[in-house]
């Protein structure tokens, strides 16, 4: 069989054909994360809002300047445990959709390897006598290429649940260490 310009043509609006449904798809994922951000901020700046005016009818009721530190003292710990649990919603955020788009982005790079490395083969099928070096020339390429994405790829998932487990570790202590000091204020 040989590689007709038909078959060139329809492999090429099959490839464009999937490229944009990618494009879509990870286009779909960042305008859902977004969303979940916008949502977030939203009902934080709603809470903080709220819980402003609450704490602000408080101090103006403070009879002396006693009162109103201890106010502003018992603020703090419920301040950092909230921005705590605002970057955990937001790191839980950004690993899901990186997860997903990882997903995706995968699942159409082995398609599209194993889609090159057919052609090739059949290329070689019907490729002229002494074109060895060139034909394994392309196989080694784009077997390097998939093996260097696998490392990127993989090297990318390392270093993300370094942060995250880096970042647990810094909200671990830092929760004990705000508790920790307004039990001594209170005291």
């Known amino acids: ?29 960042y305008i859902e994360s977004v969303e979940q951000v916008v949502d977030l901020n939203i009902t934080s700046l709603k809470q903080s809002l709220e819980e402003s005016n609450a704490a602000a009818k408080q101090f103006f009721a403070a009879k002396d300047a ?14 950092a445990e909230k921005a705590i649990a605002y ?7 950004a690993a899901t959709v990186g997860a997903e788009i990882s997903k995706v982005t995968e699942a159409q790079i082995a398609d599209t390897s194993a889609k090159v490395l057919g052609l090739v083969e059949e290329l070689t099928k019907n490729a002229p006598a002494g074109s060895e ?55």
């Open 87 to 93: 970057g955990r919603n937001l790191a839980g955020i």
């Open 1 to 29: 069989m040989f590689i007709t310009p038909e078959n060139i043509s329809a492999a090429s609006k099959a490839s464009i054909e999937k490229n944009v449904a990618l494009l879509s798809s990870l286009t779909s994922k």
């Open 133 to 187: 070096n060139v034909v394994g020339f392309f196989k080694s390429a784009i077997g390097n290429a998939s093996a260097g994405y696998e490392q990127f790829n993989k090297s990318a998932k390392q270093a993300a649940e370094v942060i995250e487990t880096n970042l647990n570790n810094a909200v671990s202590q830092f929760a004990p260490a705000a508790k920790a000091a307004k039990a001594k204020k209170a005291v």
């Open 66 to 79: 006693q009162e109103f530190f201890a106010l502003a003292t018992a603020q703090t710990q419920p301040n």
